[in-house]
């Protein structure tokens, strides 16, 4: 900028020298000033241009770092959201099997608890049946037992019985003799 004012400069004293008046002398350092101040705004305009215009590239820049930033951040987020979504899917899938295992688990011992009452039962109808069989064994031993006592006291009845005949039988016999010894007719030999 400073290079084309001094060559603006040098041609108005150029012109001003071959210039044959004071007026058109004074003009032409006028016509000089004059382009100087139009190069000098001219030259202001540009730099406020240049200026403008890196300020926007700037900001152009800026607000491209900054959409960046953001779908840097979003896909950030995304992918932590994936993650979490990842780790919750993964928490519920080893629930969901921590669940199963217990309920296979619950349902094994519902299974061997059923086994067990089953077992227990038959045990029981098992005790009731012997119990039922004990108490039949009883009556039977009991049965026998009376037996064996009717039979003892038949025996002994029967045996008494004979003794009392065989006592009624001497008795009569003795008496019989004792009659007929003492009688009339009676004979020794006897």
């Known amino acids: 900028m400073k290079h084309s004012l001094i060559a603006l400069a ?7 020298a071959q210039a044959d ?21 001219a030259a202001q305009r540009q730099a406020e241009a240049e200026a403008k215009a890196e300020q926007e590239k700037m900001e152009q820049e800026y607000k491209a770092e900054q959409r960046r930033q953001a779908r840097a951040a979003a896909a950030a ?9 990842k780790r919750e899917a993964k928490e519920a899938a080893k ?11 619950q349902g094994y011992e519902d299974q061997l608890r059923e086994l067990e009452v089953e077992r227990q039962k ?7 049946a012997k119990a039922k069989r004990a ?7 009991l049965k026998q037992q009376d037996a064996d006592a009717d039979v003892t006291q038949s025996k002994a009845d029967a045996n008494r019985n004979v003794s009392e005949g ?4 001497m008795t009569s016999e003795g008496k019989a003799k004792e009659k007929k010894a003492s009688g009339w007719f009676s004979s020794s030999d006897e």
């Open 10 to 16: 040098l041609l108005g004293f150029i012109a001003s």
């Open 21 to 41: 008046t004071l007026q058109d002398q004074l003009s032409a350092v006028d016509q000089v000033q004059q382009n100087r101040v139009a190069a000098e705004q």
């Open 77 to 85: 987020a995304s992918a932590r959201k994936a993650a979490a979504a």
């Open 95 to 105: 629930e969901a099997a921590v669940q199963a295992d217990k309920k296979r688990d």
């Open 122 to 128: 038959a045990e029981l109808a098992t005790m009731k």
């Open 135 to 141: 108490d039949d064994y009883i009556d039977r031993e």
């Open 166 to 169: 065989s006592k009624s039988l």
